[in-house]
T-cell receptor
Framework: GAVVSQHPSWVICKSGTSVKIECRSLDFQATTMFWYRQFPKQSLMLMAT?????????EQGVEKDKFLINHASLTLSTLTVTSAHPEDSSFYICSARDSGGFETQYFGPGTRLLVL | GQNIDQPTEMTATEGAIVQINCTYQTSGFNGLFWYQQHAGEAPTFLSY??LDGLEEKGRFSSFLSRSKGYSYLLLKELQMKDSASYLC??????????WGAGTKLIIKP
């Protein structure tokens, strides 16, 4: 099946710093990637939809200046959490949509962010 | 509005069969997905249905009735490793996935 990687898998940082998370589709091209956040024992929450070569579409309530998304190629999207605060601590998961396979979304393994 | 309903939690016995239901109301329909998510991990793709009927894949089967806005995931010969959350998601007319809250499945020996 399609493979999506995410890096890093764990991040611990100080409050006020910025953190970049990479999402790569390894064996397929993804014109669309998605960024989710999931707090413990809660549902996936879509943060934004990332389209290659254009600006990301953010969900209501998600600050685009705080969560910077760049989708510069068909296999790479990045999420930068700027000036991170403890309340940003969460499990961030990306997914990539395989345009050639029934539009199925395949998920990366996720990145755990802990802001101290 | 758009809505996906599935039970919050279910319990079943190892070796048995369990059916997890999902009902949906969305603006348009371009397929229904089931994902499995173990605690602390990202979801993994299980199945995709876009036409009515049953799709079988090993111990897992997924059924869809578009007229009823209904799907179920059937798990046979349950194993302890099947303990996980099962997420139902519908792709709407804009090809956006609408997610259910997930069903936590607890398997007991």
């Amino acid at each position: 099946g399609a493979v999506v990687s995410q890096h890093p898998s764990w991040v611990i940082c100080k409050s006020g710093t910025s953190v970049k998370i990479e999402c790569r589709s390894l064996d397929f091209q993804a014109t669309t990637m998605f960024w989710y956040r999931q707090f413990p024992k809660q549902s996936l929450m879509l943060m934004a939809t990332s389209n290659e070569g254009s600006k990301a579409t953010y969900e209501q309530g998600v600050e685009k200046d705080k969560f910077l998304i760049n989708h510069a190629s068909l296999t790479l999207s990045t999420l930068t959490v700027t000036s991170a605060h403890p309340e940003d601590s969460s499990f961030y998961i990306c997914s990539a949509r395989d345009s050639g396979g029934f539009e199925t979304q395949y998920f990366g393994p996720g990145t755990r962010l802990l802001v101290l | 509005g758009q809505n996906i309903d599935q039970p919050t939690e279910m319990t079943a016995t190892e070796g048995a069969i369990v059916q997890i239901n999902c009902t949906y109301q969305t603006s348009g329909f371009n397929g229904l997905f089931w994902y499995q998510q173990h605690a602390g991990e990202a979801p993994t793709f299980l199945s995709y249905n876009v036409l009515d009927g049953l799709e079988e894949k090993g111990r897992f089967s997924s059924f869809l009735s578009r007229s009823k806005g209904y799907s179920y995931l059937l798990l046979k010969e349950l194993q302890m490793k099947d303990s996980a959350s099962y997420l139902c998601a519908v792709m709407d007319s804009n090809y956006q996935l609408i997610w259910g809250a997930g069903t936590k499945l607890i398997i007991k020996p």
